[in-house]
């Protein structure tokens, strides 16, 4: 009786079973499309390369044999571009190259395509199309210093921007010709050969928004004047001990030249320190640094092709700092003399003067 009973209660279960599917599959039917619903295999492995107001999206062409195409949309899918997809080997590289793109952030849409236009599922990509906003914002590697060494130039640099990759330098040889070099940014120090003396190097750092960049950025060029006094034969009306003329010129701030105390005590309160460029140079600017109690009464640039008749090319008479950056009109002279009157005795150091054509 017990056996009958358990036999009686799964027979009903499973005519309850029955009735049910039968139920949901007449609830369901109508959204069933016949033959089934048939997906292309998606777009696989997708990578961007951006560019200048351009983009290039690649992926991997899948293991389906009945892909022909791909969409690839953008701009919540107001614009869009048809790519073709060939009957090749499945790995094979899918490339979609968006040109004129304006500068922005896009969000791509890629779905792939058969013969009778059944879709894949959406892969989503963001991608990054650069232009002159970018440009505008990327800056020039730093220099540290700028080392004149008989007529090489050698240049320091401070760290270049992590997405900088190179920094293209050009400058004038002695024949006339500009030349132009490449400092990696994995490098610190270059040594320019036979520069024109007074000319300048000029540079610029070349940048990659992105290490798949399909291309490169530069930014402005800049221009750095080259110091005609480094190195340069120097005179003094005077120097204290080792403090020298010399050591105003040997490109050094922490060496310096200091006249004597008698010197600035003098009738005339004059101190001056004299530079010979080897030859008739165009200067029209002059920089030099000043330390020391002195109050000074006036600064005069005074230029000679003989050392016996000079001619005045500036004088300055008040608003001194302890960094004076002069500029007059072009003169063309072997020797150039600064000559320092003081209004007030007090000490006098010069660690640095320097002399340029801008």
Do not use: H
């Not at 009735?19 to 777009?43: H, L, N, Q, W």
């Amino acid at each position: 009786m017990q056996k009958y009973s358990v036999y009686s209660l799964l027979t009903m279960l499973l005519a309850i079973l029955s009735i049910s599917c039968s139920k949901m599959d007449a609830t369901f039917r109508e959204y069933v499309v016949p033959g089934g619903i048939t997906y292309v295999g998606k777009a696989d492995s997708v990578a961007v390369y951006p560019g200048r107001e351009r983009l290039k999206i690649t992926w991997r062409r899948g293991t389906d044999p009945n892909t022909r195409s791909a969409v690839v949309y953008w701009n919540n899918k107001k614009d869009s571009l048809i790519v073709p997809v060939k009957e090749t080997n499945a790995p094979d590289v899918v490339t979609a190259m968006i040109d004129k793109l304006p500068e922005g952030t896009y969000t791509f849409q890629i779905y792939t395509r058969d013969a009778q236009n059944n879709s894949s599922i959406r892969v989503d990509v963001q991608g990054t199309s650069y232009g002159r906003i970018y440009e505008s914002t990327i800056l020039s590697r730093p220099i540290s210093s700028v080392k004149i060494s008989g007529s090489n130039v050698v240049m320091n640099w401070l760290a270049a921007d992590t997405a900088s990759f190179s920094t293209e330098i050009k400058f004038i040889d002695q024949a006339g010709v500009e030349q132009k070099v490449f400092l990696p940014a994995s490098e610190d120090d270059i040594t320019l050969p036979n520069v024109k003396e007074g000319s300048y190097i000029t540079y610029r750092s070349l940048y990659r928004p992105s290490p798949r960049s399909l291309d490169t950025f530069y930014t402005v060029y800049e221009s750095r004047p080259l110091n005609m006094a480094a190195g340069k034969t120097v005179k003094t009306s005077s120097a204290q001990g080792t403090n020298t003329g010399a050591l105003a010129v040997d490109e050094l701030t922490t060496t310096n030249w200091q006249p004597t105390d008698a010197d600035r005590k003098d009738a005339d309160k004059t101190v001056w320190i004299s530079i010979d460029l080897k030859a008739p140079k165009e200067f029209n600017a002059i920089r030099f640094l000043r330390a020391g109690a002195g109050v000074l009464k006036s600064c005069k640039v005074l230029g000679s092709d003989n050392e016996t008749t000079w001619a005045p090319l500036f004088e300055k008479t008040s608003g001194f700092t302890t960094t004076e950056d002069i500029s007059f009109n072009t003169a063309t002279r072997r020797y150039v003399r600064i000559e320092y009157v003081f209004e007030t005795d007090g000490t006098f150091n010069i660690p640095e003067v320097e002399i340029y054509k801008r």
